[in-house]
């Protein structure tokens, strides 16, 4: 047994230090960025938020409005050939999403189904709660294989040396989070987990060293917590909560005390393991829960507001565009980072 004692720190534990600014308005920011791949070669262009594979958030309705901000769905594992032929649209949005799959042997004859339908899709995200075993990497080296020409995502990991072993693996972008979720409840069933903007930074510098990418997953509240991931070297933010609780979801509605919400749950949730697997098994346990959203209409307009957010933290800090973002990026630590006094 062994004590780190350096500190490691959460979204909540930062604010962005301010600096001279030449940028006359936040429209002047740019916020696309163009990536090349590690081993698919592909080249990708658009703005790097992403939408979880979580059920209603990553789903193909979602993915048509997100395309439109030129930003990524990962769908979830559920989508089959049967349901993606429903959307009409899948030929013009598919440049911008992602198919999951898991590494059970049904998962991996799936993905082969879709992708012999639908040869143009151009992401695979291999997607575990826990990226620290030898099958998982050993199943990222068969996808690889069979695959070469498409971008594997692969997590999830949260320390530099489990990054590089998954860039070595085949993965071109790795996942990085473990358990910072709203409706994660990892931490606690279980008592692991990394402070999720420490876990960004480490294993951005471990992955660009390889010359490779990295997600944020998880952990952000508000579209300041955007910025802090990207301002951490994230190539990446992922997104599931600030993303649910839309008409575009199809998440269940329901009415207490007048007001609406919409269920969202995590996908190690025992809700999500009875829904797609027939319930737990016996060997393990929940780690996620369920939650009521308040109900938020339509995504398009979290969406702009999440983008505005983001380009105000950059004119702050004197970004000219989302690349610049975190070369520009010096973190204040703090002890309260909002005056909460009158929020109910």
Not at 154 to 164: F, L, Y
Not at 189 to 215: K, M, N
Not at 263 to 286: C, I, M, P, T
């Amino acid at each position: 047994m062994r004590i780190e004692e350096e500190l490691k720190l959460d979204y909540s534990d930062v604010l962005f230090r301010p600096k001279r600014s030449t940028l006359k308005s936040r429209k002047d920011v740019n916020l696309l960025r163009t990536y090349r791949f590690k081993y698919s070669k592909n080249e990708w262009s658009g703005i790097p938020i992403m939408a979880a594979n979580m059920d209603g958030v990553g789903e193909l309705t979602i993915a048509e409005k997100l395309n439109d901000h030129q930003m990524i769905t990962c769908l979830t594992k559920q989508h089959d050939v049967k349901k993606i032929k429903q959307n009409k649209n899948i030929k013009k949005i598919y440049p911008n999403i992602a198919l999951s799959v898991g590494i059970k042997k049904e998962d991996f004859q799936n993905l082969d189904k879709v992708l012999k339908e639908f040869s143009f899709f151009k992401f695979i995200c291999i997607d575990v709660a826990n990226g620290y075993s030898e099958h998982f990497t050993n199943f990222i080296k068969s996808v690889r294989e069979k695959y070469p020409t498409k971008t594997i995502i692969a997590g999830n990991v949260v320390t530099a040396d489990m990054t590089q072993e998954l860039v070595l693996s085949g993965a071109d972008i790795v996942k990085v989070g473990i358990g910072p979720g709203s409706v994660c409840t990892t931490r606690i069933q279980t008592g692991v987990g990394y402070p999720q903007l420490s876990a960004v930074i480490e294993c951005a510098d471990a992955a660009h060293g390889l010359g490779a990418h990295v997600i944020a997953d998880g952990g952000c509240t508000c579209p300041g917590d955007v910025a802090k991931g990207f301002g951490g070297g994230a190539d990446f933010v992922m997104l599931g909560g600030m993303l649910a609780g839309h008409d575009e979801g199809k998440g269940k509605v329901v009415k207490v005390n007048g007001s609406k919400y919409i269920e969202f749950y995590g996908s190690s949730s025992e809700v999500a393991n009875k829904k797609h697997y027939g319930g737990l098994a016996d060997y393990r346990s929940s780690e996620g829960r369920k939650v009521r959203v308040k109900y938020r209409g339509k995504i398009n307009d979290t969406v702009l507001n999440i983008l505005g957010g983001v380009r105000s933290s950059c004119t702050y800090v004197g970004a000219p565009s989302l690349k610049q973002l975190s070369k520009c990026t010096t973190f204040v630590r703090v002890s309260n980072q909002f005056n909460d006094t009158f929020v109910k």
